[in-house]
């Protein structure tokens, strides 16, 4: 059974940070490239950043310079440090694993909110 759990959300205010954890099992975590994707109320799915099993990352360009996606393979742990938070970065955080091969898994997603 494959299983992506995240935590680390919760309220923090602006120019505060947070880092969010998604722990996976039930997979060769290794193989996939996980991400963190957020949505905001009344808006769509949006990408946050990714990082490859070669630990090639990317970021939206919202979060370019403040947010860092890291990966430990051994504990099949991805993190995202969000530093700098804004307002407008407050949004359910998911994640995801994607094998790249119509495989793909979703976390049940961890709250994130910005506000003073």
């Known amino acids: 059974q494959v299983q992506l759990v995240e935590s680390g959300g919760g309220k923090v205010q602006p120019g505060g940070s947070l880092r969010l954890s998604c722990a996976a099992s039930g997979i060769r975590f290794s193989a996939y490239t996980m991400g963190w994707y957020r949505q905001a109320p009344g808006k769509q799915r949006e990408l946050v950043a990714t990082?490859?099993?070669?630990?090639?990352?990317n970021y939206a360009d919202s979060v370019k310079g403040r947010f860092t996606i890291s990966r430990d393979n051994a504990k099949m742990t991805v993190f995202l440090q969000m530093n700098s938070l804004k307002p407008e970065d407050t949004a359910v955080y998911s994640c995801?694993?994607?094998?790249?091969?119509?495989?793909?898994?979703w976390g049940q997603g961890t709250q994130v909110t910005v506000s003073s």
């Open positions: 990082v490859t099993s070669g630990g090639i990352t």
């Open positions: 995801n694993a994607d094998l790249n091969q119509g495989v793909n898994f």
